[in-house]
């Protein structure tokens, strides 16, 4: 509508010019012909209509001007209403362009949130997984330890049964009684006692008793055996009595023989030996040689 009404005002303004030119132009034709005085133009009418023509010439000059110059405005408001439409388009596709681009980053973003809590998770298995790792290698080591422990204990005993069986052989102890004399000499030397001591075998073993890890393998011994501990106990001063008996020989071995003792002394002889690491041979009530235990176990073992 605002082109619309420039351009009719540029011929609006070229039609004025031309209008205002053809009137002059007229007026003086009608003065040169059409005089009532004396039917000539004078002299100061024709200066008149040069002036005025030269006026109007200047008047149309300048709306001619004017016209050109609306003209030219009117192609500039043109070319800014163009240029406005082609921003307006501009502006609405790079509004477009930045909420793809908004939307696609959204999603990157939402893929990142997933991929860390994925990895935030993976780490954590990882940290447990090196924890229970961690832990397992503390309980190897100390099952090393143990096991190392365990090791160097039975290669300890194994070398103090051999140094006794060399002591036994050197020392001609191959009977229960001998035995005996031994772990008697051992009891003393282990209480501080002189190794000539006076005190006799039987007295000396009781002394085991004091001993607590002596104490508890018996009492297991007695639990498995359904034997009361107190009658083992009891026994104890009277091994050594019991080996002086002729009957039980001096071989070349230590023998034990079922067959001329109770189940109370030979699981009391056997917890004897078992705790100094001495070999010996057992022969059941029937003469066959067998190994520890030297009783039957009860039914229901407590």
């Not at 008149?48 to 030269?54: A, F, G, P, Q, T």
């Not at 893929?111 to 993976?122: G, P, S, T, V």
Request: charged letters at 30%; one cysteine or more.
């Amino acid at each position: 509508m605002f082109s619309v009404s420039r351009q009719f005002a540029s011929h609006a303004l070229q039609h004025c010019a031309v209008w205002y030119f053809r009137k002059e132009s007229a007026h003086l034709v009608i003065r040169k012909y059409l005089s009532t005085s004396d039917g000539t133009i004078t002299q100061e009418d024709k200066q008149d209509h040069k002036v005025n023509l030269n006026k109007s010439r200047v008047l149309l000059n300048e709306l001619t001007q004017w016209t050109n110059e609306f003209n030219g405005m009117e192609a500039t408001n043109k070319t800014v209403s163009v240029l406005r439409d082609h921003q307006t388009e501009a502006y609405n596709y790079l509004g477009q362009i930045y909420k793809e681009y908004i939307q696609d980053l959204e999603k990157e973003i939402a893929q990142l949130i997933k991929a860390l809590k994925a990895r935030d998770e993976l780490i954590q298995d990882l940290e447990s997984a090196k924890k229970q790792y961690i832990e397992s290698l503390e309980k190897n080591d100390n099952l090393s330890k143990m096991l190392t422990c365990e090791l160097n204990k039975h290669a300890e005993k194994v070398k103090h049964i051999q140094e006794t069986a060399r002591f036994f052989r050197l020392g001609r102890i191959r009977n229960v009684r001998s035995a005996l004399e031994y772990v008697s000499r051992r009891i003393l030397l282990k209480d501080g006692k002189p190794f000539e001591s006076a005190e006799p075998v039987g007295i000396a073993l009781q002394r085991l008793l004091e001993q607590e890890e002596f104490k508890i393998k018996l009492r297991w011994l007695c639990e498995t055996y359904c034997i009361h501990t107190k009658v083992v106990k009891n026994c104890l001063g009277g091994l050594y009595r019991i080996s002086c008996k002729g009957k039980h020989g001096h071989g070349r071995n230590i023998l034990v023989y079922a067959k001329y003792w109770r189940k109370e002394e030979l699981l009391a002889l056997g917890a004897i030996f078992e705790y100094f690491n001495i070999r010996f041979t057992y022969w059941n009530k029937e003469g066959k040689e067998t190994s520890f235990p030297y009783v039957e176990k009860c039914r229901y073992h407590r």
